[in-house]
């Protein structure tokens, strides 16, 4: 038993940092905040040539096979960053389409993404916010020509700069997962801001979109267990970030707290301070405890593996909450400025909170777990 | 990263559940004889100071088997060894800093509960500031007389010998000042007297040290050294219970899954109540966190990384966990939860203090792990101090000093 990182896994989150700490500056961040696009292709296609995009998709594909312990090694470090972009949404769709697509179609999706070329993503919720496979609404309807979908997709992140959509939509078979192409007939997307202007989301609507037989992903009435597990990995993907934005306001809030002095002292001198660091901190490492549990138990496809990655998504978003608030308390009216670069992190961790399922969502499936209904 | 156990690890674990599947005494032990049996059986099956080297007559073991065995005897409910903080800390000191006569005189015999041991450590007015400690212990050649009060101290009625911090020299810095006695606890000039707590029990006494005398070879390392000595034995323990402390909540947590479905309210069980259901999602997501992080406190161990200030953080972690574990707890059971004898199968639960009770006494315990062995406060400062790297504050003591 190694909780451990590896020095491979080491390795990796060094280099991240590195590289973030170069081409992903609270200034980078700040830049794209008016851009429409929100990302930097740039920083994309230096993210796919480091082999990020790739990481766990299969090496026949242009990947690099690791696992979801690697993923939140990197995702860890772009919430530190308060990384402005799809990476997420992207590995999550490819991860799906690797699990569960045809040949044909990792062809297709899987060299292109792993090589910065193509985005993509998941549209999880529809207009009723029930983040349960079994409560989308969007229908599939057959046609002569393959389907038809119609329905409401909410918040879903990056969708538009994604060259392909993943669309659970319920079929007479059941719940079943589409790839669509934005440039789809019917298909209207229209983007939301929301407080992280670093974060972009887009409200998806489904006007009997037209799509081919072979868009579907998986077995046609088989999607729920494949949204499920996507839904899974996602919430882990989304509490290392988490986990990473609140590390970076803690390490800031120690920083700040050395060296601000008040009363004639360092603010860090005074337990009122002192001890609220000390709180952060202990947060921050049962996220981190959390998060990588539930990333190796993923990866270890071991028993409690659903139950982990809902203990880490219900936890590490209390948590981050909790450690980027307070980061602000430590700093007083300066973390309260548009020019201090703190907000920037908190509101990530505060984006991500009610995403791939909020901490109610979470606390109900470990409930249904462990009580047994 | 892999979290996976080791073969030898699960064969070790069989074997001790199969141990303990046998061996585990079916009824309560009510006597402090049943209780010392119990602990010679433990002892002599090796499952009793695993940690201590093979010369001193433990099991060199590794923290991942001690973890094992802690757990395995939570799994089953198994009565507690006795002597804990003889085998925990008190040992350990000795190992460390002993001479080679006392560890012939006393390690054996607190490894074997025939000597019980316990801490003379707190004071009235020495809590938080345990250096501020008053008791005296003046230098008679080659004994010592003591004379001052403890308090907080475990097993004082059933205690044998007691390691105890006094003051040796009152001209030097309060922390310069404090020695490390070994005190025989047989004798007229020490007087126990339990100290009721909250819960109605008595698991602490108040010592009072009239004329007591200690022996000069009893003084471990040399006069003065006695803080050092405290501070690099405290939260020795932390780490090995960690992952038996987790079963003993989980299976805590079993009894509260099964009242929620026995108890109604509104005409339907508790656990179809959405309120319910949010705050045992709450108490379970906590509860297995603390899991996650005690692997990874045993993992690193394991690896023989010493834990250091960062005990403070797990000590933090889990005794304020468990204060919002039982208060949620109570608001879940309502009424049923304040009660002190069980009415039903489901009341009956692990404590966590060693005493089997009900929700109340697990609640009303809770309040005490929060301030003994450093209160939330103290593991605060430490976190601050010297994880964080803050600076310390400016302390009236300190200034004098």
Same mark, same amino acid.
């Given at each position: 038993?190694?909780?451990a990182?590896s020095?491979?896994?080491?390795?990796?989150k060094?280099s991240?940092?590195a590289f973030?700490?170069?081409?992903?500056?609270?200034a980078?961040?700040?830049s794209?905040?008016?851009?429409?696009?929100?990302?930097s292709?740039?920083?994309?296609?230096?993210?796919?040539?480091l082999?990020?995009?790739?990481l766990?998709?299969?090496?026949?594909?242009?990947?690099?096979?690791?696992?979801?312990?690697?993923?939140a090694i990197?995702?860890?470090?772009?919430?530190?960053?308060?990384y402005p972009?799809?990476?997420?949404?992207t590995i999550l769709a490819?991860?799906?389409?690797g699990e569960?697509?045809t040949?044909a179609q990792?062809?297709r999706w899987?060299p292109?993404i792993?090589?910065?070329?193509?985005r993509a993503?998941?549209?999880?919720?529809d207009?009723?916010?029930?983040?349960?496979?079994?409560a989308?609404?969007?229908?599939a309807e057959?046609t002569?020509?393959g389907w038809?979908l119609t329905g409401?997709?909410? &918040?879903?992140?990056?969708?538009?700069v994604?060259?392909?959509?993943?669309?659970?939509?319920?079929?007479?078979?059941?719940?079943?997962?589409?790839?669509?192409?934005p440039?789809?007939?019917g298909?209207g997307?229209?983007?939301?801001?929301?407080?992280?202007?670093a974060?972009?989301w887009?409200h998806?609507?489904?006007d009997q979109v037209?799509v081919?037989?072979d868009?579907?992903?998986g077995t046609?009435?088989a999607g729920?267990?494949l949204l499920?597990g996507?839904l899974r990995?996602g919430?882990v993907?989304?509490?290392a970030e988490?986990?990473?934005a609140a590390?970076?306001c803690?390490d800031m809030s120690?920083? &700040?707290?050395?060296v601000?002095?008040?009363?004639?002292?360092?603010i860090?001198?005074?337990?009122?301070i002192?001890h609220?660091?000390a709180?952060?901190?202990?947060?921050?490492?049962?996220?981190?405890?959390?998060?990588y549990y539930?990333?190796w138990?993923?990866?270890a496809?071991?028993?409690?593996?659903e139950l982990?990655?809902s203990?880490?998504?219900?936890?590490v978003?209390?948590?981050?909450r909790?450690?980027?608030?307070?980061s602000i308390?430590?700093?007083?009216g300066?973390?309260f400025?548009?020019e201090?670069?703190l907000?920037?992190y908190?509101?990530r961790a505060?984006a991500?909170e009610p995403?791939?399922g909020?901490?109610?969502?979470?606390?109900?499936l470990?409930?249904?777990?462990i009580a047994?209904? | 990263?892999?979290?996976t156990?080791?073969p030898?690890d699960l064969? /070790?674990?069989?074997?001790?559940?199969?141990?303990?599947?046998?061996?585990?005494?079916?009824?309560d032990?009510?006597?402090?004889?049943e209780?010392?049996a119990?602990?010679? @059986?433990l002892?002599?099956a090796g499952?009793?100071?695993m940690?201590?080297?093979?010369?001193y007559?433990?099991r060199?073991?590794?923290?991942?088997?001690?973890? !094992?065995?802690?757990?395995e005897?939570a799994?089953?409910?198994?009565?507690?060894?006795?002597?804990?903080?003889?085998i925990?800390?008190?040992g350990?000191?000795?190992i460390?800093h002993g %001479?080679?006569w006392?560890?012939?005189?006393?390690?054996?015999?607190?490894? @074997?509960?025939?000597?019980?041991w316990c801490?003379?450590y707190?004071?009235?007015?020495a809590g938080?500031?345990?250096?501020?400690l008053k @008791?005296?212990?003046?230098?008679?050649?080659?004994h010592?007389v003591?004379n001052?009060?403890?308090?907080?101290?475990?097993s004082?009625?059933?205690?044998?010998w007691g390691?105890?911090?006094?003051? %040796?020299?009152?001209?030097?810095?309060k922390?310069k000042g404090?020695?490390? !006695?070994?005190?025989?606890?047989?004798q007229?000039?020490?007087?126990?007297?339990p100290?009721?707590q909250?819960t109605?029990?008595?698991? /602490?006494?108040e010592?009072?040290m @009239?004329n007591?005398r200690a022996?000069r070879v009893?003084l471990?390392?040399?006069?003065?050294?006695?803080?050092e000595?405290?501070q690099?034995?405290?939260g020795f323990e932390?780490?090995?219970n960690?992952?038996?402390?987790?079963?003993?909540?989980?299976?805590?947590?079993?009894?509260?899954v099964k009242a929620t479905?026995e108890?109604?309210r509104?005409?339907?069980?508790?656990?179809?109540d959405a309120?319910?259901r949010?705050k045992?999602g709450?108490i379970?997501?906590?509860?297995?966190?603390?899991?996650y992080?005690?692997?990874?406190v045993l993992?690193?161990?394991?690896?023989?990384?010493?834990?250091?200030?960062?005990?403070s953080?797990?000590?933090?972690?889990y %005794?304020? /966990?468990?204060k919002?574990y039982?208060?949620?707890?109570l608001e !879940?059971?309502?009424?049923?939860?304040?009660?002190?004898?069980?009415?039903?199968?489901?009341?009956?639960?692990d404590t966590?203090?060693g005493?089997p009770? %009900?929700?109340?006494?697990a609640?009303l315990?809770?309040r005490?792990g929060? !301030?003994?062995?450093?209160?939330?406060e103290?593991?605060?400062?430490?976190i601050?101090?010297?994880?964080?790297?803050l600076?310390?504050e400016?302390?009236?003591d300190r200034?004098?000093g």
């Amino acid at each position: 038993m190694d909780f451990a990182f590896s020095s491979d896994q080491q390795l990796l989150k060094n280099s991240a940092r590195a590289f973030l700490d170069e081409h992903c500056k609270p200034a980078t961040v700040r830049s794209l905040w008016d851009d429409p696009r929100g990302e930097s292709e740039g920083l994309w296609k230096e993210m796919a040539q480091l082999g990020w995009l790739g990481l766990s998709l299969p090496e026949v594909h242009g990947g690099s096979g690791l696992g979801m312990v690697e993923t939140a090694i990197l995702m860890e470090e772009l919430g530190r960053a308060a990384y402005p972009g799809p990476y997420l949404p992207t590995i999550l769709a490819a991860t799906g389409i690797g699990e569960a697509g045809t040949d044909a179609q990792k062809r297709r999706w899987l060299p292109a993404i792993a090589t910065g070329d193509a985005r993509a993503t998941i549209a999880f919720l529809d207009a009723d916010f029930d983040w349960s496979p079994g409560a989308v609404r969007t229908r599939a309807e057959r046609t002569p020509q393959g389907w038809a979908l119609t329905g409401d997709k909410r &918040y879903v992140p990056w969708a538009h700069v994604a060259n392909v959509l993943l669309i659970p939509a319920v079929a007479p078979e059941g719940l079943t997962v589409f790839l669509v192409e934005p440039s789809a007939r019917g298909l209207g997307l229209s983007p939301v801001a929301g407080m992280d202007l670093a974060t972009r989301w887009v409200h998806v609507r489904l006007d009997q979109v037209p799509v081919a037989s072979d868009t579907v992903l998986g077995t046609v009435g088989a999607g729920a267990a494949l949204l499920g597990g996507l839904l899974r990995r996602g919430a882990v993907g989304a509490a290392a970030e988490m986990l990473g934005a609140a590390r970076r306001c803690l390490d800031m809030s120690v920083a &700040y707290a050395k060296v601000r002095e008040q009363f004639g002292q360092p603010i860090g001198s005074f337990q009122a301070i002192r001890h609220k660091c000390a709180e952060m901190l202990l947060e921050v490492e049962n996220s981190h405890s959390a998060t990588y549990y539930a990333a190796w138990a993923l990866d270890a496809a071991a028993e409690d593996q659903e139950l982990a990655a809902s203990v880490a998504k219900a936890y590490v978003g209390d948590a981050a909450r909790k450690v980027c608030g307070e980061s602000i308390q430590v700093h007083g009216g300066i973390g309260f400025t548009w020019e201090y670069d703190l907000h920037l992190y908190f509101k990530r961790a505060k984006a991500l909170e009610p995403m791939y399922g909020d901490g109610d969502y979470h606390r109900e499936l470990i409930v249904r777990t462990i009580a047994g209904s | 990263m892999d979290l996976t156990y080791a073969p030898e690890d699960l064969a /070790f674990r069989e074997a001790t559940r199969k141990w303990f599947a046998t061996n585990t005494p079916t009824q309560d032990l009510k006597t402090l004889d049943e209780r010392k049996a119990w602990h010679r @059986t433990l002892y002599e099956a090796g499952y009793v100071g695993m940690l201590w080297p093979k010369e001193y007559g433990g099991r060199s073991a590794t923290p991942m088997q001690q973890a !094992i065995v802690s757990d395995e005897m939570a799994r089953v409910n198994a009565p507690p060894t006795i002597n804990g903080l003889g085998i925990g800390f008190i040992g350990p000191t000795i190992i460390i800093h002993g %001479t080679e006569w006392q560890k012939q005189r006393y390690l054996k015999k607190i490894l @074997t509960a025939e000597e019980i041991w316990c801490q003379l450590y707190s004071e009235p007015n020495a809590g938080s500031d345990l250096a501020g400690l008053k @008791t005296r212990a003046e230098d008679q050649g080659d004994h010592f007389v003591v004379n001052g009060q403890k308090i907080w101290t475990s097993s004082g009625p059933i205690a044998d010998w007691g390691i105890l911090l006094c003051r %040796t020299d009152s001209k030097v810095p309060k922390h310069k000042g404090i020695s490390c !006695i070994l005190l025989n606890m047989r004798q007229p000039g020490v007087e126990v007297r339990p100290l009721k707590q909250i819960t109605g029990s008595s698991l /602490f006494s108040e010592v009072f040290m @009239t004329n007591a005398r200690a022996e000069r070879v009893d003084l471990i390392g040399k006069l003065g050294q006695g803080w050092e000595i405290a501070q690099t034995t405290l939260g020795f323990e932390r780490g090995g219970n960690s992952l038996g402390r987790v079963t003993r909540y989980a299976s805590a947590f079993n009894q509260l899954v099964k009242a929620t479905k026995e108890l109604r309210r509104h005409g339907k069980p508790l656990i179809e109540d959405a309120a319910v259901r949010a705050k045992m999602g709450r108490i379970y997501a906590d509860l297995e966190v603390q899991r996650y992080a005690a692997l990874r406190v045993l993992s690193a161990l394991q690896k023989g990384d010493a834990p250091g200030a960062g005990s403070s953080i797990t000590k933090l972690s889990y %005794t304020e /966990f468990e204060k919002r574990y039982y208060e949620l707890a109570l608001e !879940i059971l309502g009424p049923e939860g304040q009660l002190l004898a069980p009415q039903n199968e489901f009341d009956e639960i692990d404590t966590s203090s060693g005493e089997p009770g %009900t929700w109340a006494h697990a609640f009303l315990w809770s309040r005490a792990g929060t !301030i003994y062995s450093g209160s939330s406060e103290i593991q605060k400062n430490v976190i601050g101090e010297r994880v964080l790297g803050l600076p310390k504050e400016i302390r009236a003591d300190r200034v004098k000093g």
